[in-house]
């Protein structure tokens, strides 16, 4: 299997490397806006892929994959950064559903707060293959909360943990900040060998192009 993902996973590289230097942009996500946000994790202890509670600062960029316009319909992106005992950690996730199947497919949607997310591809863990899951509200003062959760490959879902987005202020930003969910995954997760030759090459490629500052109303 990790010689099948090394093929593809070098193939989607030089598609990615491709698109990046026709356009000079990000081949996909190159839409969104980077936003500073509060994140804890390590709620429930019982939750399946649960981690060391962790409570402070973290960075979210949200994105459009396609970067269509609205009201055109695009997978969003929710990507989130922090950093635990001087050590990066991040969470990339993106539209789907929630069920069994539908956890692992990609859903486009209008807007950010139309549906859940999750890392589509799973993190081992000490309970097994575990994805993690994000479900978004808007808050009447603009900013978003953020209910973040936990299940084995099928299966109830647990709560995670929690992130809290703060509103737009001025213009929109898209600063160059790094989000590697392969390399700096959450401390008591691991990415499968499979997953990592899959995305790493789309990864370098893609960071090799400069983002689309885009405003994304929820």
Known sequence: MTAVADGVGGALGGLADAAGRRTGRR?????????????????????????????????????RAAGLPRPWPDVHGLAVRWERRGRAEALLLSGTGTGSLSRFVLAPRRRVVDGPFTTLMPFRSPDGPVVIAARPAARPDGGLDVLLLSSRLRGPWSRWGVLRVDAPGGAATDDDVRFDPVLDCPSGLATYRWAAALRLPAYRHARRSAPDPGRLPW
């Open 27 to 63: 081949p996909l996500h190159a839409r969104g806006i980077v936003l500073p946000a509060s994140l804890r994790i390590g709620d429930d202890p019982d939750a399946p892929g649960a981690v060391d509670t962790f409570s402070g600062g973290a960075v979210v960029r949200l994105s």
